[in-house]
Each structure stands twice: as structure tokens, then as C-alpha cells.
């Protein structure tokens, strides 16, 4: 079947089959977050992006293989409370930016910074700091694929709280590290929601910044 993105909590997993990566994107309660699984068609390796809630679904969705890490996109709550259960039972390294590791719940093993990289099996993906949302956040790019957490969605950037300052600094970060350099169709996997592509989203830039949100 084809990808869509279309997730719903209780639902099962949308998958799409790429050359290199397998993508499994699970909606999980209560704040319908975004968990996504990457396998590395080469080896079996996975890692977990965001191991927001439902601990047991998320078992589940990986299995009977490895994961060799978990990311945890930024610090809040939402996005890790099934993350020292997952942890535990998988032996995963907790992957994290440094500005944001202290709020986990569990040691980070893993700090990252931008331009660092992320592997999954033979796969490597590009970490992005995107400051704003919170000091620590990133994204995650395999070419043509991004992963941004609640930095990016349909529509607009991360919740800055209204914050003048913390929303010029997501706007940039996301105009020169994201806009400014990948493709229009890079395919967005948010946090939340829906995904889209960086060429639906790029005409809006001008009112986002207009609008200040």
C-alpha cells in the first residue's frame, strides 16, 4: 500500500520501504505523538525516534530485533514518557542533544550536535539543531527524508511560547539549516500530525515570519 503518513492512536503503523531505510511511523496517546522506526535494509539494525508514550505498543512495533538507539528529538515530557521502559527492556542507547539530556528521564549515551551522525546499521542520518522550540532540539535527515520533531510541522514552526526572541531563532534555524539547503521534495515527518514536503511548505515562509508564530 502507498504511504501516506495518516496515523491515528490505536492504529496501526503506516510503513514505507525505501532503498536503504524502512520507515514504520505509530501514533501513540494521549497527545497523538509521532514514533518512528527505522530499519536498516542491510543489516536489521533499527532505531526509534521519539519514544513518546505507549510502552507497549512500541515493543510491539520493533520486535523481536535490535534497535541500537533511541532518539529523543527535545526534552518534553510528551515526547519520552515510554522512553526508560523501552530503554530497559531493549538496551538501546538514549540519543539526545546535550542542552536537552539533563531532562530525561534516563542517562543519555548519546549527546549529538549539529552535524553530527546518527546510524542505523550502514545508514547514517544527519542531526540538525534547531534552536527555539527548546535549546536542545533536533531533526534527523536520510536524503529526502526529515524528521523534525515539533520544530517543523504543516503550516508553520514549533510553539515558541510567543516569545519574540525564541521564534527568530527557530524561523532562522529553520529557513537557513532546513530551507536553505534541502530539496522541495523532502518528505516532513513531525512530531505531531500529519506530514508534508518542504516544497508545500516553502511558499508560507514569508507569512510565518510575518506573523511571528
Known sequence: MTYTGDVRVGGPADVRELAALTISKLAVGPFDNNAYLLRCNETGDGVLIDAAAEADRLLALIGDRPISGIVTTHRHGDHW???ERVAGATGAT???HPLDAAALPVPVGLRVEHGDEVTVGV?????IHLRGHTPGSIALYHPGHLFTGDS???GGVGNTNKDPKRFA???ADVSERIFGRLPDET???PGHGGDTTLGAERPFLPEWRERGW
Request: glycine share 0%.
Open 152 to 154: 517543523l510541522f504543516p
Open 187 to 189: 518528505w516532513v515527518y
Open 169 to 171: 531563532q527557530l524561523f
Open 81 to 83: 514518557q515510554a522512553l
Open 94 to 96: 538514549v540519543v539526545a
Open 123 to 127: 545508514v547514517a542520518l544527519e542531526v
